[in-house]
Structures are given as structure tokens and as C-alpha cells.
């Protein structure tokens, strides 16, 4: 940790915060979420080692700009932004979306066909605007302006414009009046936030910021692409912006755990920001910093993560084993370093066993949640990403698959098949025959997902064990932390094994009676024994994960779920039930 140590060290202690402007310098980022005010506090705390120089506030603090107008965000918004200030932070940005719902917008102005607004209308961008300036002016020291501007509220798209023809065209004009107050009245910055959920969308997307006129308007795009799936790939969209472009990293792991189980992996955001940094547009990261209430990784063994970015972004040759020994040395102390890292550099193997399946994400925002949500086997595949859509499944597989002919065709439940999102995102899947109706599962692909969820479950119960040697080491408040995070790690990843067993299981039994014998009835039963066992362990578990968007506990009561289904029957498969062998 030597040189970053001292490098962070001196910007401690004298006080310096690097530019937030790409002309000046990288932007080296942070986002709050949580309104959660003590987190918020000691995100701000810890920011000045890091050298953080932008700081956004969003989502539960202010997700819509003119959610200042409520005087409780408005006060939060101004606190944090002096105290970011104070800190010095020299950049503070709140987030907006816009259109906002066309409620918000006067009736006088919706006088095109089917009560849209009528974008070709003069008074209309004049009220828009100055409805800007009334809300900017409650939040007098912010510096910047994140703005999500499709797939949002009232969608300009969809209002009418005689003038405006296109989609890309009336999601630039939007920005343009939005950029005309921000940045040329009011001198702040302006980011827009890229998003999509299928490439043709994403291309939309880019199209309309190539027709933003205003040239100030920078861009803040994912490290992946739709969202922050470890199985993604980079954002292929960023090196075709022809504007300055702020990286954004899920340092908290939204999809992946949020930090409430291992979660430590240097590599995925190193990697990811090495590739970054070799493109001349981007002008550096953002990495969000909690999910929701007290999920703020600061303080936790997940905050590596931001330490990888920042260590990355500060010495380009930096390994990702260096990363890990000097996070362990500073945090738990010389001797216990290697035995900590050593447990912390096993996360990315063990979530990617555990809350993926076969290279795709199958937990609904973390949650156990096999079925019935149904984004895991369209919205969220990887394989709309790549092309061609193969991965290789280390894991005890030891396979190539894929995406859509083996995972998804294999995996998904007839009725997410007939999702009208499918065809909506991924129309050539069906077209080509990648996916075809009907429940597909087989015993060969039971036997995959059984092995993947076991490597699971022994790699996360080698972590503990590295903990347990680190012990005598480490001080007690940082043992019982460590313990704690691995121990729910261990617990996650035997349930998601025995509610697999059971689910899958049970849909091979259902659909076919030659398979509904003695031996598959146990493979199910074994499953729904075993979760009921781990689930009052996790009801009971003494040192409960901190709250956030995904409740960890909760998982009891989902596995539950699989149980009351698969032992009474379940009426999205007939109402057959499994008698107990």
C-alpha cells in the first residue's frame, strides 16, 4: 500500500481535493443513495483519503429534482452538499429525471392527439424552464445536475411534435432546454445518464446525444452495459461518445450481494476501469457507496472496492494482489493480511456460483427469487451483450455454454418464455429458435446447477476457515465483522443449493411422470428439508445483515415460499404436489 498510503495520506493532511473537472483533472467519484443522515456523514468522513473530488446524491435523497420542493430532501440536499463542500469535495451533483409524469405538466399544455404535451409549442419550454430555475434555486450550492432523460415519466417520445420526428430528436431538444438552464444559465454541469435495456435501445440512446447541441453536456455511462451484472461486458457504446464520459462502478453490489455477504472483487472493477482508462473521452469513475438505508460499504470489508478504484485509478500498474494484501494490512493489521485476503480475493467465485447460474444472474436485486421473477432469463442475460452469446462456466462445470440455446432455453420457466419482454428485447432469440416455448429442463442441466451451487457453497466455506485462521490475529471487533460476513455468505449460498435442488427439481417431476420416482421425490425433499433447516438458521442468526434494499433475513421467508409450493402444490404448474418419500 505503500505509495497510495502516502499519496492519500498527504491529501489528507493537506487538505487537497483533486479538480472535478476533466480539463482539470480525473473526476474520482463517489454516490450516497441512503438517506440514512449518519451514513451519508461517514461516506463524506471518509472521503478526503480517497481523493474524492465529485460526490453524488441520489435516489433516496433526491431521485427527481423537484423533490426539493418537499422541505425535509431540500434541507438533506443542502446539508450534504456544504458539508461535501466543506470536506472538499468540489463537486456535488444531484440527480433529475425528466419528463417527469405528465400530471406535473399543466393541463394547457397537453393539446396534442391523446392529451400529450405538445412539444412544438413555445410557452411550454418557457414554464418547462423556468419551472428549472424555480427548483435549482432551492438547492443554491449544488454544482452539477445527473439527468436520466429516457425511458422516464411522461417519455418525450411520446408526446407530439409536427417538428420533432423522431425519438432521438425529441430526447435531445429535452435536453437542450434542460441544458440551456443548467449549464448556460446557472454555469453548472450537466450528466447524462445513458441506460437501455436491449442494444436497439441503447442505440437510441446514443443517437440522441450525437444530436445534443449544447457542447458542455458531458455523459455518465455504467461500467456495463443496462446494468451492473458481473457477467456483463464493458460498455462497448462509451468509446463511440463524442463527449467527456464519467465511468460509473456498483461499488455495493445492487445485483450482487449489496455487501451484505462476500463481496470483495478488486479484479471486476480494475479490469473494468484498466479498460476505461485507456479510452480519451472518459475523465474518470463514480462508484455508488450503499443500497439503500444502512447498507453503506464504508467501514465493512466490501469497502475494498472502493479502495481498488481508487488505488487503480492513482497507479496504472498496481495488480489486483497487491490491492488485496495492502487492504488487509491497513484494515486488519500486517498479521492477519494474507489470511483475510485470502478469504476477501474468494467473493467473485463464490456470488458468481451462488446468485448466478450457468453465467446468469438468477436473484431478483440479490433476493432468493428462482421464479417468479422473471428477469433473470431475459432482461438481465448476458448473452444480449455479447456476441457470439457463449460463456465458459468454470465453477466444478467446466463448460461452454450458450446464453440463449443451453442457459436460458434450459433454465427459464415456460411462462417467463412467453413474457411479452422476451420477444420485446430479444425478438432474434425466438426468430432463430434459440428459445423455444415450454419448460426445457432437463436432468443433465439439474446435475450443471447442483455442481455450480455445491462449488458454491465449499468455496464460501473456505473463506470461513480463512477467517478462522486469521483469528488470533485480528483484533475481536474485526473477527466478529469477518465472521459475520462470511458466515451469512456460507448460509446464502446453502440455501440458494438446497432451494435449486428442490425448485428444479420439482419442474422436472411435474413435467414428466416417468421422472417422478422414489429417487427424485428425495432429490426434492432433501432441498425443501434442507432450506427449511437453513432458513431458521438465518431467522436466528445472531448478527443480522445491516438493512438496505434487499433484507437478508428475508430469504427465510422466500424459501419458505418454495416449500408451501413444491409440498402443497403450486398452481402455475397444475397444482401437483410432491409427496414426502
Known sequence: MRRLVAALILLATAGVALPAHAEDGPVRGWTILSDSDAGADAVIAAAKPYGINHLQLSHEIVHDLREVREPARQARVNRLTRAAHDA??????????????????????????????????????EWFKQDYRDMLDLVPDVDSVVLTFIETGARVERQHS?????AEQKLAHLVDQVAEVIVNERGLGLYLRTFGYFPEEMERTIGAIALVRNADVKVMAKATPHDFFLTHPDDATIARIGRPVLVEYDAAG???????????WPEEHVKRLRHYQTLPNVIGYVARTDRYDDSRII?????????????????????????????????????????VAAALSKSYEIVTSVLYTLGTNTANHSRLDYEPYCSSYHRSVSGKWIDPPVTYVRHGVNRRFHFWIDVVNHLSPAACKADPTLAREAQHVLDRGWVTPGD?????????????????????????GDVARARRDLSPEHYAQLKAYFERTVLTARLH?????????????VRDEER???????????????????????????????????????DAAEAAKYHERISQGWDRYGGIAVPRP
Do not use: C
Not at 396534442?112 to 404535451?117: D, K
Not at 409536427?162 to 423522431?166: K, V
Not at 445492487?254 to 470483495?264: L, R
Not at 426445457?440 to 470461513?464: C, I, M, N, P
Open 440 to 464: 426445457q429442463l432437463t436432468l443433465t442441466y439439474l446435475r450443471y446447477v447442483l455442481a455450480e451451487k455445491d462449488h458454491g457453497v465449499r468455496v464460501a466455506q473456505s473463506a470461513l
Open 299 to 339: 467501514g465493512t470489508p466490501t469497502e475494498i472496492n472502493l479502495y481498488a478504484l481508487a488505488r487503480a485509478a492513482e497507479d496504472r500498474r498496481v495488480s489486483v494482489e497487491t490491492i488485496y494484501r495492502e487492504f488487509a494490512e491497513k484494515t486488519y493489521g500486517r498479521r492477519a493480511a494474507r489470511d
Open 254 to 264: 445492487e445485483y450482487n450481494g449489496q455487501g451484505k455477504i462476500a463481496n470483495a
Open 497 to 509: 443449493r438446497a432451494v435449486a435442488a428442490a425448485y428444479l427439481g420439482y419442474r422436472i417431476y
Open 162 to 166: 409536427a417538428r420533432l420526428t423522431t
Open 516 to 554: 417422478r420416482t422414489p429417487k427424485m421425490r428425495r432429490l426434492i425433499w432433501d432441498g425443501l428439508d434442507d432450506a427449511q433447516r437453513i432458513a431458521e438458521q438465518i431467522r436466528t442468526y445472531p448478527v443480522p445483515a445491516a438493512g438496505g434494499e434487499w433484507d437478508w433475513a428475508r
Open 88 to 125: 472538499g469535495i468540489a463537486e456535488v451533483a444531484v440527480w433529475d429525471h425528466s419528463l417527469y409524469d405528465l400530471n406535473h405538466y399543466p393541463v394547457e399544455f397537453r393539446t396534442g392527439p391523446g392529451g400529450t404535451i405538445d412539444l412544438d409549442d413555445p410557452a411550454f419550454w
